[in-house]
C-alpha cells in the first residue's frame, strides 16, 4: 500500500482546480476509507426558463391544476418529467 501524499493548501479555487486536472485524488486520498451518505434535504439546481403557451392550453392546465389543488406551474413540471421518463423508458 502506497503513502498517501498530503494536499496542498491553495490560494485560489482556480489554484485548486488547476491542481486537480493535472493530479490523481488517488494519490492524495484514501479512498478505501470513503463511504457513501445520503443527503435527502439537497435540492437540485433548477433554472428558470419563460415558456409560451397558447392561452386556452394554459387555461386548460390550470383548470386541471385547481381540481388536483396544486400550483399549474407544479403540475406542468410533474407532466413534462413523466414525459421525460416515459420516453426514455421505450
Not at 28 to 50: G, M, R
Not at 61 to 83: G, T
Amino acid at each position: 500500500m502506497s503513502k498517501v501524499k498530503t494536499k496542498p493548501k491553495f490560494k485560489t479555487e482556480a489554484d485548486e482546480k488547476a491542481f486537480w486536472e493535472m493530479h490523481d485524488s488517488s494519490d492524495y486520498v484514501d479512498w478505501k476509507q470513503a463511504y457513501s451518505i445520503l443527503l435527502p434535504n439537497l435540492k437540485p439546481s433548477t433554472k428558470t426558463i419563460s415558456l409560451r403557451l397558447p392561452e386556452g392550453l394554459l387555461d386548460s392546465i390550470k383548470i386541471e391544476a385547481n381540481k388536483l389543488d396544486m400550483p399549474y406551474q407544479s403540475l406542468i413540471k410533474a407532466w413534462l418529467a413523466d414525459d421525460v421518463k416515459q420516453s426514455r423508458n421505450i
